[in-house]
């Protein structure tokens, strides 16, 4: 059954099979009922859905900290903004979560510091679920309005981030779970859901930067993250996908979904302080953006 998986993750991750895609999707397109001016202003979005994608499932965070900020730019609703980010994620994290996985089954199964990979993912999912469907059903609201609250959720992360490179000293790394880390994983997973279902991100986030203070695998953590908000996501596009902007996803999903496969190489080349700091500039530069 791995040497399946694994064929079948080479075929998808050969140039081959990406210029193939790239193609059927184009021909796809220009057989659509749109004008080339129409394909012209959309192919942005597809730039974008790439963009977001590698940005996401390379941190942990979840697409959202690219979309969101942009759908405003553009005048989406509230509801639009949350409903498409989702959507677009459902592809490239999705895409993100399944090369993780593979990278896990193929390279880290026996390896001591992702001992703990699997059961993070499993609490953290779980309650993550439970956060999210207890927004949806007892329809609480956002305490302040999408902007303002996605802008001071990146300016804290943003700025806790950077507290976070500078003034904890270099430590060996762990990868034993104890008692006290199940308990921060399910307020995490609790409190992460129901901000995911506020803002389209933030169990990733959160969930990335807790495992990194407690000095896990910058990889594994990532790995972990990107596949806790796959699931996530997932279970958000069933309670919002009358609001999606599906033009904008027919261009985004495929980039997205090259982006998702793309990221973790990028993840293999970069340091984990290097890594923080290009997660925590970018958050930063959306809060200021967001609040001018």
């Not at 979840?62 to 509230?78: A, C, D, K, R, S």
Request: with cysteine.
């Amino acid at each position: 059954m791995a040497d399946m998986t694994k064929q079948a993750f080479m075929r998808l991750s050969n140039p081959k099979f990406i210029m193939l895609f790239l193609i059927l999707w184009v021909s796809l397109l220009l057989s659509s009922n749109h004008t080339l001016s129409q394909l012209a202003d959309y192919i942005f979005f597809t730039f974008l859905g790439t963009l977001g994608a590698i940005f996401a499932n390379s941190t942990g965070a979840g697409g959202g900290v690219v979309f969101i900020p942009m759908f405003t730019q553009l005048n989406f609703t509230e509801q639009q903004s949350i409903a498409t980010s989702f959507a677009i994620q459902c592809f490239g994290m999705t895409a993100g979560a399944v090369t993780w996985w593979h990278h896990y089954r193929t390279e880290k199964t026996d390896l001591r510091l992702w001992q703990g990979f699997k059961r993070i993912i499993c609490v953290t999912t779980i309650a993550s679920i439970i956060g999210l469907n207890a927004v949806f059903f007892y329809q609480v609201n956002s305490p302040a309005t999408l902007h303002t609250s996605f802008s001071w959720f990146s300016l804290l992360l943003g700025f806790f981030i950077v507290l976070t490179i500078y003034l904890l000293q270099p430590h060996r790394e762990r990868s034993q779970l104890y008692y006290v880390d199940y308990i921060f994983l399910i307020l995490i997973g609790l409190f992460g859901g129901a901000v995911t279902a506020w803002l389209s991100v933030g169990v990733g986030e959160l969930l990335v930067i807790y495992l990194l203070l407690r000095h896990f695998d910058i990889s594994m953590a990532v790995a972990a993250a990107v596949i806790v908000s796959a699931i996530s996501v997932w279970t958000a596009i069933a309670q919002v996908n009358s609001d999606v902007y599906w033009q904008v996803v027919l261009f985004a999903g495929p980039g997205a979904v090259l982006g998702g496969i793309f990221a973790k190489t990028l993840v293999t080349h970069l340091s984990a302080i290097k890594l923080k700091l290009f997660f925590a500039c970018w958050l930063l530069l959306s809060g200021v953006v967001g609040l001018i």
